[in-house]
């Protein structure tokens, strides 16, 4: 799972794209794939899932509300402003599955 400053960096450059409208150019289209690949992974690894398998999305434990539906919109190649603002929210949303996860975790210990 790619660490939370990693994530920090990725959206401060995305974000510098979303400001000056060049989101849809070749840089920030890579940026945004980066960002989904590795968004994606943290939800499965939140899941201890160790490969992404999209056909799975449904059958998570932890996982945001309409994934499915949210994962096809912003797997889509278009709206890249709204696929990355779509996936930021989701990143914020999985930090808090991911604690919750941790919390019950310790729990049954």
């Given amino acids: 799972m790619q660490a939370e400053e990693w994530f ?16 849809h150019q070749e ?11 590795a968004l994606l992974e943290m939800m ?3 899941n201890d899932r ?4 999209l056909s799975e999305l449904s059958e998570l434990e932890y996982k ?18 709204m696929r990355y603002q779509q996936m930021k929210t989701m990143r914020q949303e999985l930090k808090k599955l991911k604690a919750v996860m941790e919390i019950r975790k310790k729990r049954k210990i």
Avoid: C, W
């Avoid at 945001?64 to 402003?81: A, G, I």
């Fill in 27 to 37: 840089e920030g289209v890579q940026l945004i794939a980066e960002y989904r690949i």
């Fill in 50 to 53: 160790r490969t992404v398998n």
């Fill in 64 to 81: 945001p509300l309409n994934v499915v539906e949210r994962v096809d919109y912003f797997s889509q190649n278009k709206f890249h402003f």
């Fill in 8 to 23: 920090s960096m990725k959206e401060t450059e995305l974000d510098k794209l979303a400001d000056s409208k060049h989101l």
């Fill in 44 to 46: 499965f690894e939140i």
